[in-house]
């Protein structure tokens, strides 16, 4: 049972944070390339990431549990990886929650984003808002990334306590 929960714990997490790689690499850079305006390569991406966010999400309650499972107990919410996975999912609820719809209201009161002017407050704070989104999808990718190592430690830190192979 305990190499399922393992699997479970790798399998979440790899796929978030692989995600996130697919959707920086991929669908950001390809809605920019081939879709007609900017305007609508944002909605698009904007689109995108709120999947990815719910995506994560499901995610991180999949990890919490496993661990918890695999623990049998609540001294899980202390190990480092579930730590780190509930911070991810605390930034992607900002994200999800706050940064996001701020956006939404700005780019609807703008009509465009690429035609307004950069001195325009409006498009001055979607600009704040974009980078700060940036800045929290980029943490919650390098904290997956050290979630997931100190994950895959724990397994092998499991096998050394039961003189098993490494």
Do not use: C
């Not at 966010?53 to 001294?75: D, E, I, N, P, T």
Request: glycine share 8%; net charge positive.
């Amino acid at each position: 049972m305990s190499q399922i929960l393992r699997f479970v714990r790798v399998f979440a997490l790899g796929t978030w944070v692989g995600a996130i790689v697919f959707f920086a690499a991929v669908v950001t850079r390809g809605a920019f390339a081939v879709l007609p305006s900017r305007d609508d390569a944002g909605l698009l991406v904007g689109y995108t990431l709120s999947g990815l966010h719910l995506m994560g999400l499901m995610a991180a309650a999949l990890f919490v549990a496993a661990s918890v499972a695999m623990v049998k107990s609540l001294r899980a919410f202390i190990e480092p990886a579930v730590i780190g996975v509930i911070l991810m999912a605390a930034l992607t609820i900002a994200s999800q929650s706050y940064v996001m719809p701020k956006m939404t209201v700005l780019r609807s009161q703008m009509g465009s984003v690429a035609a307004t002017a950069p001195s325009d407050t409006r498009r001055i704070e979607f600009d704040r808002l974009h980078r700060a989104s940036v800045d929290i999808e980029a943490g919650v990718f390098v904290i997956g990334l050290v979630a997931l190592f100190l994950a895959m430690r724990e397994k092998r830190a499991v096998a050394d306590n039961r003189g098993g192979p490494r």
